[in-house]
């Protein structure tokens, strides 16, 4: 079936400095992507829609300079944390829509990470 | 805005027994969809049913199937002959035709199911 992968699984930063996620489709193209964030034993929060070849769509609340999101191709979607501070730690999964497949959503295997 | 809620934080079955969770959502839209999404600690999200909103029929997969009931808002999970492998968090979803798909998701069930 459809896949979507995201790298890394897991990674560690200093504060200050950024970090790039990556969610690639691997077997479809989508214009249309999601990242959310999941606190441990919370519901994912909804923080973006990523559209290909246009600004991406922030939920409210979210900060956008913050959170950059990148979708330069049909398969892949960037999330930028810049100036990563420690209450940025969690784990953020996003998903794509196949649009050829009735619409079906896939999600990432999600990334942890750690701002120390 | 749509909400989804899932009442029950934890919930506990023996195993071969069948449980339900409950989901309730609200909406002023008329063409959406329902998830039920199972996260095992892996933390992968696997979809585990379906249900469009213009379908009467209640959506089954194997030994999971649903009780939508559209006008009450109300979207049950049933899990027949529970298996240890069917403990994670479940979660409700609720996805907008009308606005993007983007999905809200409810806060979450932890099925616990005891051997």
């Known amino acids: 079936g459809a896949v979507v992968s995201q790298h890394p699984s897991r990674v560690i930063c200093k504060s200050g400095t950024s970090v790039k996620i990556e969610c690639r489709s691997l077997d479809f193209q989508a214009t249309t992507m999601f990242w959310y964030r999941q606190f441990p034993k919370q519901s994912l929060m909804l923080m973006a829609t990523?559209?290909?070849?246009?600004?991406?769509?922030?939920e409210q609340g979210v900060e956008k300079d913050k959170f950059l999101i990148n979708h330069a191709s049909l398969t892949l979607s960037t999330l930028t944390v810049t100036s990563a501070h420690p209450e940025d730690s969690s784990f953020y999964i996003c998903s794509a829509r196949d649009e050829e497949q009735w619409d079906t959503i896939y999600f990432g295997e999600g990334s942890w990470l750690t701002v120390v | 805005a749509q909400t989804v809620t899932q009442s029950q934080p934890e919930m506990s079955v023996q195993e071969a027994e069948t449980v339900t969770l409950s989901c309730t959502y609200d909406?002023?839209?008329?063409?959406?969809?329902l998830f039920w999404y199972k996260q095992p600690p892996s933390r992968q999200m696997i979809l585990v049913i379906r249900?469009?909103?213009?379908?009467?029929q209640n959506a089954t997969e194997n030994r999971f199937s649903v009780n939508f009931q559209k006008a009450a808002k109300s979207f049950s999970l049933k899990i027949s002959d529970s298996q240890l492998g069917d403990a994670a968090m479940y979660f409700c979803a609720y996805r907008s035709e009308a606005n993007a798909g983007k999905s809200t998701f409810g806060d979450g069930t932890t099925l616990t199911v005891k051997p």
């Open positions: 249900q469009e909103a213009y379908k009467q």
């Open positions: 990523s559209n290909e070849g246009s600004k991406a769509t922030y």
């Open positions: 909406t002023s839209e008329s063409d959406y969809y």
